[in-house]
C-alpha cells in the first residue's frame, strides 16, 4: 500500500511538472509567433489617427495573451484533477480491498484455531 501511495504522489509530481513545463513551452511559442507577425506589420503600416497607439496594441495582446494562456492552465489543471480523483479512488480501493483480505484471513486464522481438534 505504501509503494501505492508513493507512486501515486509521484506521478501526480510528475503531472504537475508537466503541465507547468507545457504551458511556459506554448507560452513562448505564442510570444515567438506574435513578434514575427508584428515585425512585417510594423515596417508595411503607415501610423493613422484611427489606429491605436501601439503601448495599447502590445497591452491588449500581453492581456489576451495573458487570459489564453490561464484558460489553458484552467483546462490542463481541470483534466489533470479529474485524472488525480480517479488514480486515488483506484488507490483507495485496492488498499480497501487489501485490509478486507487481510482481515478476511485473520478471521479464518481465529476461527480455525478456536475449533476444537478431533481426537
Known amino acids: 500500500m505504501a509503494h501505492s501511495i508513493g507512486f501515486y504522489a509521484a506521478r501526480t509530481y510528475l503531472g504537475i511538472q508537466n503541465i507547468t513545463h507545457t504551458t511556459r513551452q506554448e507560452a513562448d511559442r505564442l510570444d515567438q509567433l506574435k513578434t514575427k507577425q508584428i515585425e512585417p506589420l510594423e515596417l508595411s ?47 483507495t480501493a485496492r488498499a480497501r480491498e487489501d485490509t478486507e483480505d487481510l482481515w478476511a484471513e485473520a478471521q479464518s486464522i481465529r476461527h480455525h484455531r478456536n475449533q476444537p481438534t478431533p481426537q
Open 45 to 91: 503600416a503607415q501610423p493613422s489617427e484611427q489606429e491605436p497607439a501601439p503601448e495599447e496594441e502590445e497591452h491588449q495582446s500581453r492581456t489576451s495573451k495573458a487570459e489564453a494562456m490561464i484558460d489553458d492552465l484552467a483546462q490542463r489543471l481541470s483534466s489533470f484533477t479529474a485524472m488525480a480523483k480517479l488514480n486515488f479512488q483506484r488507490t
